[in-house]
């Protein structure tokens, strides 16, 4: 199947354009880091590549899916399977444990106990918070409850994990553990990862570094 995702086009959001003309491809086992100051369309750019926002023109391609031309009630199914999203603060179910808010994840991809609960098992292991997994999110320290977020992405094994500001709110060494994440998800697994981020403490984590600038791509 053919993996890699592209995003051309442009994107609005309330008429406003925050994306204009934007040509990207992003290959399987490459994490791309896209910096750029606050409001040039970093969260716009994620929104469309992952179904969440639909181009005003141009189009959207992740493992040969036209996404732009999905119905909206196929568009959580396409998620479900291709995208894992990570935000800045690590947004989990707090009245659920961490291995339990991965599980939702994969009920919604249709896998059950106790498949789902030995594979939650096995990718809190894969990303260093085994310890977490019966834990209230609200009793892990920021950068536990970024990892757990990270592999929740993965959890579906999808094409594509977008990731906005993943460091952002966490000090050097839980950001660099996060980071180690992602790349090691990316190189292992054949993911395509882009990551958003104003953190400089993250660019030797990049395989490709882009910039945006008021909604265009630069290299
Ligand atoms: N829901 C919305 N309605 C209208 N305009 C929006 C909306 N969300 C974002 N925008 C506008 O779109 C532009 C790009 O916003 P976006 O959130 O993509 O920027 P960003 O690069 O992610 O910024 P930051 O680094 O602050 O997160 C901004 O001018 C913003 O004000
Ligand atoms: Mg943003």
Redesign the pocket.
């Known amino acids: 199947m053919d993996r890699v995702t592209k995003v051309y086009g442009s994107g609005a ?2 008429g ?1 354009a ?2 204009r003309e934007v040509s990207l491809r992003v290959d399987p086992g490459e994490l791309l880091l896209v910096e ?10 994620l ?1 469309l590549a992952g179904g969440l926002l639909a181009p005003t023109s141009g189009h959207v391609r992740v493992a040969g899916i036209a996404v732009e031309r999905l119905a909206p009630r196929d568009r959580p199914a396409f998620r479900c399977r291709h995208v894992g999203f990570v935000f800045q603060r690590g947004l989990l179910v707090e009245a659920l444990s961490a291995e339990e808010n991965l599980e939702v994840a994969l009920h919604a991809a249709g896998l059950f106990r106790p498949e789902s609960a030995r594979r939650a098992r096995a990718l809190l292991e894969r990303f260093g918070v085994a310890h977490c997994a019966r834990r209230a999110p609200k009793s892990l320290s920021g950068g536990e409850r970024q990892r757990v977020a990270v592999a929740r992405a993965f959890a579906n094994e999808p094409t594509l994990v977008l990731a ?2 993943p460091t952002g709110s966490l000090d050097g060494a839980a950001g660099r553990s996060v980071m180690q994440a992602l790349a090691e998800a990316a190189h292992e697994n054949g993911r395509a990862v882009v990551v ?1 981020s ?1 953190d400089p403490r993250i660019r030797s984590f990049a395989d490709r570094i882009l910039e ?1 600038v008021d ?1 265009c791509l630069h290299a």
Not at 40 to 45: A, H, N, Y
Request: net charge negative; charged share 25%.
């Open positions: 959001r309330e406003q925050a994306v750029g100051p606050s409001g040039s369309g970093k969260t716009t750019l929104a906005d500001e958003v104003h945006m909604g």
